[in-house]
C-alpha cells in the first residue's frame, strides 16, 4: 500500500526537530512531499508564528505553487523563491537574508547538481548549509547522490526519512535506437487519438519535432532559450500548469518541466524519453500523476548502447582530470595547460581576485565533481554487460526477475519483425526468382559479423532466432530454381 509522506513524517516527528538540524525527505513522486509542507509542515509554523522559505528552481513549478497557496491563503507563511534568485542576491548584493524564516525547505534539492547550465548551484547550496540556527528539509524522489555528498564528502549529519519508490504504473517499457520512432509513436497516438508527452533533451530537436505535427501538439522549452521560447504558446502552457492537463494529443518539452509540474490525466498513456541522465529521466516520468491502480503508462526510453556509454565515461574522466589537476597545480600551471577551457565545464571556477598580485584564486566545484564521480560509476557498471544500460533500467523500474529474467521490449526490433511479418504474409506461395530473393534478403537483413547473409538456410535460422513462424523452401520447375515462403503452424 502506498505511503504519503505526511504518514511517515508526522506531526511527532516534526516537534523533534531543533535548529541546526538538516532533515531529507526521499520519496517518489506524488508520493505528497510538497502536500506535507504546504499542510503538515504550515500547521505546526503557523502555531509557532514562524515562517518558511520554499525554495524552488523551475519558474513553471513557481507559478504553480504560488497560485495554489494564494488560493489556500498560506501566503502568510510560505515564501515561495527560486534557487536562482538567492544565487543572483549573494553575487550581486553579496547577501540574501534570511532570517525571517525559521524554515528552508528546498523542493528537488537534486538540483544543486542536476542544473548543468548553471555554475552557480554551490552559491545557493553553501548559503542554506552555513543557516545553522535554522532548520533545513531537503526533498527530492532523485536525492540520493545529493544526500551521499552531504552525508559523505561534506561529513554533515543529516536526519533521512525514506519512503520506497513504485514503479507498477508503468504497464510496458520500451527501448528504442533511432530518432525515426519518434514519428511513429506520435502517428499511433494521432490514429488512436492518445495523449503522450515527449522529453526531449534537445530543444532544437523537440521544435523540429513540433513542426512536423503542430496541429496535434503543445510545444514547450526553457524561457531563457532565445532560439525557440518564442514558438511557445504561453497561454497555453499557463492553462495546463492550472488545469493540470493539456488538451491537445502530444506535449513536446524539453527537460524544463522534468520536476514540480503535475499533469493529472487518466488518458496520458504514453511517457516517451530522449534523455540521457538517468535522474532527470525518472522527474520527468513523475510528471504523470497516478490517479489509481488502473492508471498506467507505457515507458519509451532512448537506449544508449555500450560504445556511447564508453565515450561518456571517457568525457567525464577528461572533466574530472581538470579537477584531479587542479589538485596537484598552482592555478597559473592549470591555466597554463587549459588557457581557454580552464571553466568550460563548470568545474573549475575563478574566485577572489588578488588585485595587488594581479592573480585570481581558482577552486575546484566539488558538487559537479562528484556528480561526475557518481555518473562514471554508474555508467562503468552498465558497461560490464551487453545491453548494459537498457539491463541496469529496467532492473530499476522493475522489469528483471531473477527467475524469468528481462521483461522491456525492443522497439525498433519490433517494429521491424512485425512488418516483417506483415511481408512475409504478403508473398506466402510466390515464385521468388532472384530479384524478388534479393528483396527478400534486404527485407530479413541478417547479418553475421557485419555480413548479410543470403542463403536460404541461414534466413531461416534468422526467422526462427526472431520467432517469426515463416520458412523459406528452395524449389526447381525445369532449369529454373526459386524460392516459396510458407508459414509453420503455431
Known amino acids: 500500500m502506498k505511503k504519503w509522506v505526511s504518514e511517515v513524517v508526522t506531526q511527532d516527528e516534526i516537534k523533534k526537530w531543533s535548529n541546526g538540524d538538516i532533515i531529507t525527505i526521499s520519496a517518489g513522486t506524488g508520493a505528497g512531499k510538497s502536500r506535507f509542507i504546504k499542510v503538515s509542515l504550515y500547521a505546526h509554523a503557523k502555531r509557532q508564528g514562524k515562517k518558511i522559505l520554499f525554495l524552488i528552481h523551475r519558474t513553471n513549478c513557481v507559478n504553480q505553487f504560488q497560485m495554489e497557496i494564494e488560493k489556500d491563503y498560506k501566503t502568510d507563511i510560505i515564501d515561495i523563491k527560486t534557487y536562482q534568485h538567492i544565487e543572483a542576491k549573494i553575487r550581486y548584493d553579496k547577501n540574501f537574508d534570511f532570517s525571517e524564516y525559521q524554515y528552508i525547505v528546498c523542493d528537488e534539492f537534486h538540483y544543486f547538481m542536476q542544473d548543468y547550465f548553471n555554475k552557480y548551484t554551490d552559491i545557493s547550496l553553501n548559503a ?57 509513436v506520435i502517428q499511433q497516438a494521432i490514429d488512436e487519438n492518445k495523449k503522450a508527452i515527449f522529453f526531449i533533451d534537445s530543444a532544437e530537436k523537440a521544435y523540429n519535432l513540433y513542426k512536423k505535427y503542430k496541429e496535434h501538439c503543445l510545444f514547450n522549452c526553457s524561457k531563457h532559450n532565445d532560439k525557440y521560447y518564442k514558438y511557445v504558446d504561453e497561454e497555453k502552457i499557463n492553462q495546463m500548469l492550472l488545469k493540470e492537463r493539456f488538451e491537445e494529443n502530444i506535449l513536446i ?59 561518456m565515461i571517457t568525457e567525464l574522466n577528461k572533466r574530472m582530470d581538470m579537477a584531479r589537476y587542479l589538485k596537484d597545480h598552482s592555478a597559473h600551471e ?26 585570481v584564486n581558482l577552486n575546484i566545484n566539488y558538487l559537479i565533481y562528484i556528480k561526475y564521480v557518481m555518473d562514471c560509476a554508474t555508467y562503468q557498471q552498465m558497461v560490464k554487460e551487453e545491453f548494459g544500460y537498457c539491463k541496469f533500467m529496467a532492473r530499476m523500474f522493475g522489469f528483471y526477475d531473477p527467475y524469468q529474467g528481462y521483461d522491456y521490449v525492443l522497439f525498433d526490433e519490433e517494429y521491424k519483425n512485425n512488418n ?30 557485419g555480413r548479410q547473409q543470403r542463403s536460404y538456410k541461414k534466413l531461416n535460422e534468422g526467422l526462427e532466432m526472431i520467432k517469426l513462424p515463416f520458412v523459406i523452401l528452395p524449389k526447381k520447375s525445369g532449369n529454373v530454381r526459386y524460392w516459396i515462403v510458407e508459414k509453420i503452424a503455431n
Open 253 to 311: 518539452t524539453t527537460t524544463c518541466l522534468d520536476t514540480g509540474v503535475n499533469i493529472i490525466d487518466k488518458d496520458l498513456y504514453c511517457i516517451f524519453c530522449d534523455v540521457k541522465d538517468i535522474r532527470t529521466l525518472i522527474q520527468c516520468i513523475g510528471r504523470k500523476r497516478i490517479q489509481d491502480k488502473d492508471d498506467k503508462i507505457e515507458l519509451y526510453i532512448k537506449s544508449v548502447n555500450n560504445k556511447q556509454l564508453g565515450g
Open 420 to 449: 516483417l511479418m506483415e511481408y512475409l504474409d504478403s508473398i506466402i506461395g510466390h515464385k521468388l526468382l532472384k530479384e524478388n530473393q534479393k528483396e527478400l534478403i534486404e527485407k530479413i537483413d541478417l547479418k553475421v559479423n
Open 128 to 184: 542554506i548549509l552555513n543557516q545553522t540556527d535554522k532548520i533545513r528539509i531537503f526533498m527530492s524522489a532523485t536525492g540520493d547522490v545529493m544526500e551521499k555528498y552531504l552525508s559523505g564528502f561534506k561529513k554533515i549529519d543529516v536526519t533521512p526519512y525514506k519512503i520506497s519508490i513504485d514503479y507498477n504504473f508503468i504497464r510496458k517499457l520500451i527501448f528504442f535506437n533511432k530518432d525515426e520512432t519518434f514519428e511513429q
Open 334 to 359: 592549470y591555466i597554463e595547460k587549459y588557457p581557454r577551457d580552464y571553466d568550460k565545464y563548470c568545474i573549475v571556477y575563478a574566485d577572489k581576485a588578488d588585485k595587488e598580485k594581479d592573480t
